[in-house]
């Protein structure tokens, strides 16, 4: 039974977004990535800085970030090309490729490290056989934005999930590519999680002459 709006209840009762930012989040801009991970350096942050660089090659979402293994990257002593996981929301295979950043800041994490290939990349702090925290992944992320001076309430995981293919899709205006690469098994699922809209699809016409 629907509300009328002049109902007192209706109006006072408080939103429970208000005062937030709400909606998709931002994806970084390049210049965004190489100050966190100078922050990150000039730190020392090896794990941190492992994670970043993971995060933005990988288009994974936290849940799956914070679960990879050793042996998820690493191969008869030598990173993977390609790596491949099963996504905890779909139940899907999704690949993703390790660029140089990442190998050389993995490297160094896991020389420090140390484990097996069953062990969690990224463990925990406070049960060590266990991995980092979905909920401690989204407060770094806070921690490195706001750093960098960006808003906190208008970034998260989802921002560097959606980071690359936000450049790749600009690059290219390929969605059936960012939506293998995203692991989504419906491109309008790609198309919002984009913010794609008219004035995307009309300059990606514009391009091409005729």
Request: some cysteine; hydrophobic content about 40%.
């Amino acid at each position: 039974m629907g509300h009328s709006d002049f109902d007192p209840a209706i109006q006072s009762r408080r939103p429970w977004n208000i005062g937030q930012t709400v909606g998709a989040k931002r994806p970084l801009r390049p210049r965004d990535i190489w100050a966190i991970r100078f922050y990150l350096d000039e730190h020392q942050r090896l794990r941190d800085r492992a994670l970043f660089d993971l995060a933005i090659d990988s288009k994974l979402r936290g849940c799956d970030l914070v679960k990879l293994k050793i042996g998820d990257l690493i191969s008869a002593g030598e990173f993977r090309n390609r790596a491949t996981i099963i996504q905890q929301k779909t139940r899907r295979p999704v690949q993703f490729e390790i660029m140089t950043e990442a190998r050389r800041s993995v490297a160094v994490w896991l020389g420090h490290r140390g484990g097996s290939l069953r062990d969690f990349v990224f463990p925990s702090r406070i049960d060590y056989l266990g991995h980092l925290s979905t909920r401690q992944y989204a407060r770094l992320v806070d921690e490195w934005v706001t750093i960098i001076g960006l808003d906190k309430r208008e970034f998260g995981t989802h921002s560097l999930r959606r980071t690359k293919a936000s450049l790749i899709y600009k690059a290219t205006g390929n969605l059936r590519a960012v939506q293998i690469l995203l692991g989504h098994t419906n491109i309008e699922n790609t198309v919002r999680y984009l913010g794609v809209d008219v004035d995307d699809a009309l300059t990606l016409s514009e391009r091409t002459d005729i």
